[in-house]
């Protein structure tokens, strides 16, 4: 100001507008690094990848990756009704290989469980080699590719394909996610959901495939649903005790916690109130639930629409060109299983390690089964160190396929 004799007038006007520019290059700098962290949780990561394809290769090369699974004599107990099935669908092995490990070595009854796999067709051959070589015994562990399904024709799956195969729903969930947003009238937080509302996942048939369970599973009458992203730490088989009352689905209601990323959650975050089809058939303050960790009742579940209510909303969105809601499989699961949800106590199902960072590690350990929901998968660089020895120390580290790919422990 001195040396260039600036009065105090000019001087402040100056430094207003360096003030701003450093608060622009923030901002920039704040979207910058939420776009690198949805690339990053979008993407493959190396080690991941090199598993799946040494996998896949040992599938063609060696007979014992290709054993039957569960042996000959185990068949009729994947539609025996007294033992505990889990089912589990992706295409994540490693995931795949925590989420049946943990239930395994938490179990009572390790016995009594039968886990049904079911993943996609490039990955089914590394997925059964895996499982094939590292056996979880007692436990009976069946893989089945989608292609495997006779009742996954394209009459039954109609509008699922049409979603798939939309150019304009691909653009919107493969396409440039900055190009024609305002990012001056979006904050980092409002711009951060919407990335996450556009994950390549949502559209994918592996993750819609819930919706089909009592259809796929035509003899079971009682399953537990599991994302592949969780973690169990305490025995399950208490689950198949609990009365749901005539209800289909035995979920942890999500809008009873104060935090607001994940536990304080109402159809009012879920859906665009403005369009008249949702103004007219939902309550924006009904209470939502959680995919990850689900109860089913198959026999229930097979004397209702759930179903084809799925798929007619599902319509809808794809006619109003994704107006009514963004976000992946829940807001169509929220309007086909209203009615049909029994609330569990949410001791069993802990969600969030994957959104926040300040989750309670008293929580953690306390609770049945944890969900490493949002970005920050503990097999991601980006998943928070504090809670990832959670999820590895159920990873075999020894297994040489493991170690070849470098998945190394953190």
Known sequence: MKNNQYDAKTFGFMLRAMMEKFEREIRESKFAELMNKHFAASSIPKGIHCLS?????????????????????LLPLLSDNSYHHFILSTDNILAASVVVTSAVQSSLKPEKIVFHVITDKKTYAGMHSWFALNPVSPAIVEVKGIHQFDWLTRENVPVLEAVENHDGIRNYYHGNHVAGANLSDTTPRTFASKLQARSPKYISLLNHLRIYIPELFPHLDKVVFLDDDIVIQRDLSPLWEIDLGGKVNGAVETCRGEDEWVMSKRFRNYFNFSHPLIAKHLDPEECAWAYGMNIFDLRAWRKTNIRETYHSWLKENLKSNLTMWKLGTLPPALIAFKGHVHPIDPSWHLLGLGYQNKTSIESVKKAAVIHYNGQSKPWLQIGFEHLRPFWAKYVNYSNDFVRNCHILET
């Open 53 to 73: 394809l040494r996998l896949t290769d040992e599938y063609s090369s060696n007979a014992h990756a290709r054993r039957q699974l569960p042996s000959p004599e």
